[in-house]
């Protein structure tokens, strides 16, 4: 028998990664995408495959489809896009979760709930496991997606606690590779993208902050094995590589890669912007049996393969 996933968000960058991978798996997947910061072309190439569904639709409205699992990867999630449109984060995150959840409801199906590192905030405890509760400005820009995402996780709970929703959430930390948007921001893509133009590396702050980077195929495994568990687990786990580095040692990986002259130069850091960021995956690892395998040289290397091969520079 045919299963039927639907994937909020399948356009975007992690988003286009699973539907290749439940493709993969045999399954029917429809393909629920704005386009407002995912793209055509992440999923162009499923566009003719019988088994794959696009419908271009806002999940902050109510969505009615049939399926066995629900997978909801819908939200702007690099610093730039989702302080663009704030309110529409707000609103992508919190009624687009509450109208998947109702979905999953009606449907009596499991759903996976991407959420984010960004629920930590600035963390004060170091690495990060599921047990702390975060340090989060709730006025500040980066607001939007922070509490929006909280919002989300607490209501995904309600829904399990009230109504017995299957739902299981997931809290990714940063992510990169192959279909990436070079245009989003993020310190991998912006890194890349400069190194191979020649131009200059612009480092926030002094560079001396950390993040842990996780190789997109990685998580997706995560993913895949969170939704495959039998039974549900109680709370929110961490997926991500706790490989850690600093954004100044990022940058220097980089430019060795792309064998880029770059300079680096120092522009200021932005307002709330994580001093320390890592995952403690002892949960993902003990419930999932789920640990990184690509190091950071390894995925790196791929993911400039990919820039240059597609001259996204
Ligand atoms: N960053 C940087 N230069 C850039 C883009 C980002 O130094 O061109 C820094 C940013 O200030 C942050 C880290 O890299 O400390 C990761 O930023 P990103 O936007 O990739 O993700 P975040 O973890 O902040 O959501």
Avoid at 24 to 43: A, F, Q
Avoid at 141 to 149: F, I, L, N, S, T
Avoid at 209 to 214: A, G, I, K, L, P
Avoid at 223 to 237: L, S, V
Wanted: charged share 25%; hydrophobic share 35%.
């Amino acid at each position: 028998m045919v299963r039927h996933a639907i994937i909020a968000g399948g356009a975007g960058f992690l988003g286009s990664h699973l539907v290749a991978r439940l493709l993969s798996e045999g399954y029917h997947v429809v393909c629920v995408d704005d386009l407002s910061t995912g793209s055509e072309e992440n999923i162009f190439e499923h566009l003719e495959n019988p088994n794959f569904e696009f419908v271009e639709h806002d999940i902050a409205t109510p969505i009615s489809v049939e399926c066995d699992k629900i997978y909801n990867l819908a939200c702007p999630a690099s610093p730039k896009q989702y302080m663009t449109n704030p309110i529409k984060t707000f609103k992508t995150s919190i009624f687009g979760t509450i109208n998947l959840l109702d979905l999953a409801h009606q449907q009596k199906c499991k759903m996976l709930q991407v959420s984010t590192s960004e629920v930590y905030g600035d963390p004060t405890v170091h690495p990060q496991p599921e047990t702390y509760l975060g340090n989060v400005n709730t006025t500040g820009p980066r607001a939007c997606y922070d509490e929006g995402k909280r919002a989300a996780e607490a209501v995904c709970f309600d829904y399990q606690r009230q109504l017995g929703v299957d739902v299981r959430v997931v809290r990714v930390f940063n992510t990169y590779g192959p279909k990436m948007d070079p245009d989003d921001g993020r310190v991998v893509s912006n890194f890349i993208t400069q190194a191979f133009k020649g131009e200059d590396i612009t480092v926030y702050g002094d560079g001396s902050q950390t993040r842990s980077f996780c190789y997109v195929d990685d998580l997706i495994e995560g993913f895949c094995r969170t939704m495959a568990r039998e039974t549900q687990f109680a709370g929110p786990i961490n997926l991500g590589n706790p490989e850690e580095y600093s954004v100044k040692d990022l940058a220097h990986k980089v430019l060795s890669i792309v064998h880029s002259s770059s300079q680096l130069v120092y522009k200021q850091l932005p307002q709330d912007d994580p001093k320390r960021r890592r995952p403690d995956i002892t949960k993902a690892q003990d419930i999932l049996d789920w640990s990184p395998k690509v190091s950071v040289d390894d995925g790196l290397a791929r993911t400039v393969d990919w820039f240059r091969d597609t001259r996204k520079n």
